[in-house]
């Protein structure tokens, strides 16, 4: 009888945080589109999962070590380690899913204390609607906390002078195979390639 009544409670649980989570999500979104029209700027929100495969999990992988400093061996963050990654970006946690583009860049090692990475990344999106289109995210990543927040600089074609945030979680981890899917979903607002022209000012 106890365990039942334990099941139900995890069960309960489980599906408070999933309805707190979407409607967050919602409720996230408004407020960003919101904020985008009293600005003048079109808004996109971008929902993907990370391929991440890093080398020494097998074959393919799409993580590197690049470079370390004299205390990564030892230190319990890896401080100093510089990797170079060239992940997929697809629709669904699959990695068999629909690839929409890919993300490029370097992460380091950069908390003594925490897993906390310095991030350069540039989402390059190869289908739909961006397609040919970057987006630039530079920031800190505290790579055990739940949920993280990353600014959106920059970016390029559709996205010029755009600027936002990502929101991102770690969907799964295999310490096996070193084989990662980080979920993000990127908050953006941007000018638009079609709304700029030489020598006129967008109000």
């Given at each position: ?16 945080f ?19 029209t009293?600005?003048n700027e079109?808004?996109?929100v971008i ?10 999990g097998?074959?393919n ?12 061996a030892?230190?319990?963050t ?5 990797h170079?990654?060239?992940d997929?970006?697809?629709?669904q ?12 860049g ?15 990344l ?15 995210m530079?920031?800190r ?9 990353m ?29 990662a ?5 990127l ?17």
């Open positions: 009888m106890g365990k039942i009544i334990i099941n139900v409670t995890m069960l309960v649980i489980s599906f408070l999933v309805v707190a989570r979407a409607t967050r999500d919602v409720e996230e979104e408004a407020w960003f589109k919101n904020a985008c009293q600005r079109e808004a996109a929902h993907f999962y990370v391929q991440d495969l890093r080398a020494g097998g074959p992988a799409t993580v590197y070590v690049v470079a370390e400093s004299s205390i990564s030892t230190s319990p890896d401080f100093g380690e510089i170079v990654c060239d997929l970006l697809t629709t946690p699959d990695p068999n899913s629909e690839v929409i583009g890919k993300v490029q370097i992460t380091i090692s950069a908390d003594f204390r925490v897993s906390g990475e310095g991030m350069y540039n989402f390059y999106f190869t289908a739909g609607d961006y397609n040919g289109s970057t987006l630039t530079l920031g990543n505290q790579v055990m906390n739940e949920e993280r927040e600014p959106i600089v920059g970016g390029t074609g559709v996205f010029r002078l755009a600027r936002g945030y990502a929101l991102s979680s770690t969907y799964s981890y295999d310490v096996e195979t070193r084989y899917v980080m979920e993000y979903t908050y953006v607002s941007y000018l638009g390639k079609s709304n700029v022209r030489r020598g006129i000012d967008v109000v």
